[in-house]
Nanobody, 114 residues
Framework: QVQLVESGGGLVQPGGSLRLSCAASGSGVRFNAMGWYRQAPGKERELVATITGLRNTGYADSVKGRFAISRDIAKNTVYLQMNSLKPEDTAVYYC????????WGQGTQVTVSS
């Protein structure tokens, strides 16, 4: 059974940066299309970034130009580099396949505030 473990969140000031990591156990997701999702309080979970293969990426309009998704196949890990963070990026961030096919992990909290 695949487990997804997100890490790297924290409290950051507006304009700051964070790098999130998602480690997946099991080889089944090594080449799957993967996505980073986020859920803000009182809102639906939304997809913010996807990666297919090694370099085929896609982004929600709200994060385009600020976030970058990447992966290390050998480490079975997906990353999300987040730059120029805004208060509206505050949310719990999760990873999963795209579309989601595994149980959600606990996520990692990102709080953007001065």
């Amino acid at each position: 059974q695949v487990q997804l473990v997100e890490s790297g969140g924290g409290l950051v000031q507006p304009g700051g940066s964070l790098r999130l990591s998602c480690a997946a156990s099991g080889s089944g997701v090594r080449f799957n299309a993967m996505g980073w999702y986020r859920q803000a309080p009182g809102k639906e979970r939304e997809l913010v970034a996807t990666i297919t293969g090694l370099r085929n990426t896609g982004y929600a309009d709200s994060v385009k130009g600020r976030f970058a998704i990447s992966r290390d196949i050998a480490k079975n890990t997906v990353y999300l580099q987040m730059n120029s963070l805004k208060p509206e990026d505050t949310a719990v961030y999760y990873c999963n396949t795209r579309p989601p096919s595994f149980s959600w992990g606990q996520g990692t909290q990102v709080t953007v505030s001065s």
